[in-house]
Every structure is written in C-alpha cells, then in structure tokens.
C-alpha cells in the first residue's frame, strides 16, 4: 500500500479552480471538516474546530467533472491518499497543510440530493488499433486536459522512466 488511504466528508470552502503546475494541470479546492458532537453541559449540539484539508484532483477526467458539478458550500465525500506538510507562510512563521490526492469525489446525500450524468471514455484506439485521430479533452476555459506524467485513467503519478522525461 502506498500511503494512507482516507474518505473525508465536509463542506467545499470555494469553487474548485484549476491550474497548470510542473506536473502538469491539477484542479483543487478546499473541504472544511467539523466535528459534531453532543455537549452535555449545555444540553447541545455543537462542532469542534474545522480542520481544512486541500483537495487535488490530477486525474484529467476527475478534475473537470469536479470542476463542472461541485461548488463552494456544499457537502462531498472524497477518498485519497493523504499528505502532511509544513510550509512557512508571508510572516515567516511555520504552518501544516493537510491534502488529499483524490481519487474519488462525490456529493454527500444525506441532506441534499444530486443528478447522475455518465461521461463518454475518451478513445484511444479505434478497431483497426489505430489512433482516431487528435481530439484533445478540452476543460470551461478550451484548454487541453492531458497532464503530462500523470496516467488518465487512474490519476497516478508516473515516474520518470514511464513519462520518458
């Protein structure tokens, strides 16, 4: 096992928005997590503090749809594997940053329902086995999805060798 796998359930901070990096394009966003939990002292529900983990999609066919269907303020579910990081920030002063390298994203239905819509595989090969020509994914913005180094069918990361850098 490569990593520890984990499913977080919570609320989108903002509108995922996509960028190209080194790695090639990554769509994120960030989930805010509250615990809830029942405070006998005041005969009340109430939330512990709301831990904020960063979501990266790099699978080209994940990214877009999370940047089609989800938007700031509502509840999904994502499972990924998680890293930790410390970073200094502007001031100098050391932070952690929790993320999650997703390879699941979903709407959260208990409060809310949603509407399934099946994408098309792109194709690879026709029957003859050869290619059917250039046609490019193509996100909102009419820029190509293809992330360099990244296999699109499961999102890993390759290695140097198998991206032939």
Excluded at 77 to 88: K, N
Excluded at 89 to 101: C, H, M, N, Q, T
Excluded at 142 to 160: F, I, R, S
């Amino acid at each position: 096992m490569r990593g520890v796998f984990v499913t977080v359930v919570g609320n989108v901070g903002a509108d995922p928005v996509a960028r190209d990096t080194a790695g090639g394009r990554v769509v994120t966003f960030n989930l805010g997590v509250s615990e809830r939990y029942f405070d006998r002292s005041n005969d009340q529900w109430a939330d512990r503090p709301t831990t904020w983990y960063r979501i990266s999609c790099w699978n080209a066919q994940l990214g877009r749809n999370v940047g089609e269907c989800v938007r700031r303020g509502e509840r999904v579910m994502v499972t990924g594997r998680l890293r930790f990081s410390t970073y200094q920030d502007k001031d100098g002063v050391e932070r952690a940053s929790l993320e999650v390298v997703a390879e699941h994203v979903g709407h959260e239905m208990s409060f809310a329902s949603t509407r399934y819509i099946k994408q098309e595989r792109r194709q690879t090969q026709d029957s003859a086995g050869e290619d059917p020509g250039e046609r490019p994914e193509l996100d909102e913005f009419g820029d190509d999805l293809d992330v360099p180094g990244v296999d699109l069918d499961t999102g890993e990361l390759l290695d140097e060798e198998r991206v032939g850098v």
